[in-house]
C-alpha cells in the first residue's frame, strides 16, 4: 500500500484517539472471509475509566470488545489495508476517508467534521437504556399497551417488533454519516399504516442528542393518517407529523434516515429507490409480498424440477428480489446486510435489509452481480432496477 496516505490517515487516527477527539472510527468493506461487514469505534467511559468500544458487527450479531488508544491505533493499522477496504475517521473538526480498494492507489480525502458525543453518550449501556418504556402515553393511545403498563393482548409481537427496531437503529445511525449543514434530520416512515413504528421512532430519536429530528410517516390511506396526526397532536409530539400519499409520488424533500416496513411488494421498490436517490444516510425496508418476479422469472435448469412445488417457486422469487436489492443498493454506494428482523415464529415476513451510505460511486462489482443473478434466472425487469435507470440485460462483467 502506498504508505504516504495511508501513513497520513492512520496519523490522523492516533492524533484523534490519543487527543481525545475521537467521535467515531469506521472501517468498512470488508475484503472476501471477513466475517464482521463493520468495526465501529467509539469512545466510552466504563467503571474502569474511559477507553474504546470496537463493535465487530457481523450478519447476525455484534461482538464488543473495549481497548486502551494504543490497541486500538495497532490494531486499525493491522485491518484498513488488509482486511477493509475502507476507512472513516470523525472527528468535531474534520472527517477523513481512506479508500484502499487498491492497496497500490489508495485514496485520501477529507470533508466537515461532526458533532462531540455529550458526556451521557459515552456511557457503556446507552443503547439498552433507551429502548422502549411499556408505560409511554403514545404505547398506550395506540392500544399497545394498557394503562397498567402491560402489553395488551394480541399486541405482544407488535410490542416486540417496536423494540427491536429501536434496539437496530441506533448502531445504524452510530455507523453513518449525515449532511452537517442541515438545521434539522429527517426520518420517513413509508407506509407507516397506524404509526407504531413512526411513534417509536419519533419519540426515541428526540432522546438522542443529534438532532433535531423531524419525524414524517407517509401512508396511503388517508383516515389512518387523520387518526395518528391527531394523536401526536394531542401528545404535543410537534415534531412528528403524518401525511397521506403513495410512497412514489409523494413530496419528499429529504430523508436522512428513509424506513419501509412490510410496503407491499413493489412499493418497497418505491421506497428503496426513493431514499437512494435522496441520498439517504440510512435506508431500512422489510419487504412483504413479492409479486413481481413470480411471475417473470424461470428456473436455471439445475432447479427446475424442485421449482415445479409453488411453495418453493415462492420462496425462490422472494430470495432472488431481496438479493437484487440488496446488490442494487451496494451498487448504488450502501453498506447493505441482510437478516432476520424478528423471530418467524412471529410473522413470515421477518426479513430486513438495512443499508448505510458509505459511497457515491457506483460499484462495479455489485453492478455485475446484479446483473448475472438476474440474467441466471432469465429476468429481463426488477421494479427497483427499472426505478434506478439500472439495465439487467447488459454484459455482467465487472
Ligand atoms: C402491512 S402495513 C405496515 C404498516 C407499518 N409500516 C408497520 O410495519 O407497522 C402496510 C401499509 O403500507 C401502506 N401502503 C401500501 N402501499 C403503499 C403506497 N404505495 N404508498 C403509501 N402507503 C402504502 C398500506 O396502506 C398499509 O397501511
Redesign the pocket.
Known amino acids: 500500500m502506498n504508505r504516504d496516505v495511508a501513513g497520513q490517515f492512520h496519523d490522523r487516527v492516533e492524533e484523534a484517539l490519543t487527543g481525545g477527539t475521537l467521535v467515531r472510527l469506521l472501517l468498512a468493506g470488508p475484503r472476501p472471509g471477513i466475517a464482521a461487514r463493520q468495526i465501529i469505534i467509539r469512545p466510552v467511559v466504563l467503571k474502569s475509566g474511559p477507553c474504546f468500544s470496537v463493535v465487530h458487527r457481523e450478519e447476525r450479531r455484534d461482538l464488543t470488545h473495549n481497548h486502551p488508544a494504543s490497541e486500538v491505533i495497532r490494531l486499525a493499522r493491522e485491518w484498513l489495508g488488509s482486511d477493509y477496504t475502507s476507512g472513516h475517521l470523525h472527528t468535531p473538526s474534520a472527517s477523513y476517508q481512506l479508500e484502499c480498494h487498491d492497496p497500490a492507489r489508495p485514496r485520501l480525502s477529507k470533508s466537515a467534521g461532526v458533532a462531540a458525543p455529550k458526556p451521557e453518550d459515552l456511557q457503556h449501556d446507552r443503547t439498552r437504556a433507551r429502548t422502549v418504556d411499556a408505560g409511554a402515553t403514545w404505547l398506550q393511545r395506540l392500544g399497545v399497551t394498557l394503562p397498567n403498563g402491560r402489553v395488551a393482548k394480541g399486541m405482544e409481537s407488535?410490542f416486540r417488533?417496536i423494540h427491536r427496531f429501536l434496539e437496530l437503529i441506533d448502531p445504524l445511525l452510530e455507523s453513518a454519516t449525515f449532511p452537517k449543514d442541515a438545521s434539522e434530520r429527517v426520518l420517513v416512515?413509508?407506509?407507516?399504516?397506524?404509526g407504531?413504528?413512526t411513534f417509536a421512532a419519533a419519540e426515541h430519536l428526540a432522546r438522542r442528542d443529534d438532532g433535531p429530528w423531524r419525524v414524517r410517516g407517509?401512508?396511503?390511506?388517508p383516515e389512518?393518517t387523520a387518526l395518528c396526526q391527531k394523536t401526536a397532536t394531542e401528545l404535543g409530539m410537534s415534531r412528528l407529523e403524518f401525511v397521506p400519499?403513495?410512497?412514489?409520488t409523494?413530496e419528499v424533500p429529504r430523508a436522512d434516515v428513509l424506513v419501509?416496513?412490510?410496503?407491499?411488494d413493489t412499493?418497497t421498490d418505491?421506497a428503496l429507490a426513493r431514499g437512494i436517490r435522496l441520498g439517504s444516510s440510512v435506508i431500512v425496508v422489510?419487504p412483504?409480498c413479492h409479486k413481481e418476479l413470480r411471475r417473470t422469472f424461470t428456473a436455471p435448469p439445475v432447479l427446475a424440477r424442485a421449482l415445479r412445488h409453488g411453495i418453493f417457486a415462492e420462496r425462490q422469487a422472494e430470495f432472488i428480489t431481496d438479493a437484487l436489492r440488496v446488490e442494487l443498493l451496494e451498487w448504488a454506494g450502501y453498506e447493505t446486510r441482510a437478516f432476520e428482523f424478528i423471530s418467524p415464529e412471529h410473522t413470515g415476513k421477518n426479513l430486513m435489509i438495512a443499508a448505510v451510505r458509505t459511497r457515491k460511486d457506483a460499484d462495479p462489482v455489485a453492478a455485475a452481480a446484479v446483473r448475472s443473478l438476474a440474467q441466471g434466472y432469465g429476468i429481463r425487469q426488477q421494479h427497483l432496477a427499472t426505478l434506478l435507470g439500472f439495465d439487467l440485460s447488459a454484459p455482467s462483467t465487472p
Request: charged share 25%; aromatic share 4%; glycine share 10%.
Open positions: 407488535k417488533q416512515d413509508m407506509g407507516c399504516g397506524k407504531y413504528l407517509i401512508e396511503l390511506r389512518l400519499g403513495d410512497i412514489a409523494a419501509a416496513l412490510h410496503a407491499c412499493a418505491e422489510a412483504c
